[in-house]
């Protein structure tokens, strides 16, 4: 199987300028956890999820660290912290450039790229354009999907032997 063949599709995007506030009831109200960024021209440039919205200011979860581990991170880590968790548009918060596959894309490639960058979704791309997306949710439709059409492994013989001169017949 390919991601064109799993993947959901219409996508829905945000663009870096919205607000934290705009995607966040953009992800409830649509029932997902993360949405695409794209720029104006609609390419894609981003992507902000649940995990973004973890640690923010709002709600009182930004990071505390002590005065060493401040000193070993550097000024550079505690500014780009400082932005993640205060940032009120989705650019501040947004994963840049992140991964995404094309619509020849095998599913055992989309699962080594998920796990090897520890995410759970995946645009899918045509010419730079977003024409889907692979969440584990599709993977786990794929799994239920062919799952159905797999013989029962503890049939008798000619139970079997039924199933493959019908098979033949067809």
Do not use: W, Y
Not at 22 to 38: D, F, H, K, Y
């Amino acid at each position: 199987m390919r991601a064109h063949q799993i993947m959901t599709k219409p996508v829905i995007t945000v663009t870096p300028d919205a607000t934290i506030l705009e995607a966040a009831e953009i992800m409830l109200r649509q029932r997902i956890s993360g949405l695409p960024v794209v720029d104006a021209a609609g390419k894609l440039v981003g992507i902000v999820s649940e995990g973004d919205f973890i640690r923010r200011g709002e709600i009182g979860t930004e990071r505390r660290r002590g005065a060493l581990l401040r000193f070993i991170l550097g000024a550079g880590k505690l500014a780009s912290d400082f932005v993640q968790e205060h940032g009120g548009k989705i650019s501040e918060v947004m994963t840049p450039a992140p991964a995404a596959v094309t619509e020849d894309t095998t599913l055992a490639a989309i699962v080594d790229l998920m796990e090897k960058r520890n995410v759970k979704r995946l645009p899918v791309l045509r010419d730079d354009k977003i024409v889907g997306i692979v969440t584990r949710a599709n993977l786990l439709q794929a799994v239920a999907s062919i799952a159905r059409h797999i013989p029962d492994p503890t049939a008798d013989d000619d139970h079997i032997r039924n199933r493959i001169i019908n098979t033949l017949e067809k």
